[in-house]
Nanobody, 119 residues
């Protein structure tokens, strides 16, 4: 069984920064693509950023230049550094990972961490 556990969310003023972490645990042979998504109240879940096992990254236009996704393969952990936060960044942030286990590749989600940006 694989678990993804996010941490680092909280309340911050506009213009501030937060760093989210997502640690994977369990029987893990390899982690392929990892990603951060977010879901604001009343809105659909949206993709924020992705990073491959080869460290290629992509970002939603709304966060380019402000957010940075990274990963530490030795620790099975992915990070999201969020700078210059805006009120519209308020959402529950979820990490997602494609993990190779003994049963093959499976898609896993974390439980989410709340990020609230105040004006």
């Amino acid at each position: 069984q694989v678990q993804l556990v996010e941490s680092g969310g909280g309340l911050v003023q506009a213009g501030g920064s937060l760093r989210l972490s997502c640690a994977a645990s369990g029987t893990i042979f390899n982690i392929r693509n990892t990603a951060w998504y977010r879901q604001a109240p009343g809105k659909q879940r949206e993709l924020v950023a992705t990073i491959t096992s080869g460290f290629t990254t992509t970002y939603a236009d709304s966060v380019k230049g402000r957010f940075t996704i990274s990963r530490d393969n030795a620790k099975n952990t992915v990070y999201l550094q969020m700078n210059s936060l805006k009120v519209e960044d308020t959402a529950v942030y979820y990490c997602n990972a494609l993990v190779m286990t003994g049963a093959g590749f499976r898609d896993y989600w974390g439980q989410g961490t709340q990020v609230t940006v105040s004006s």
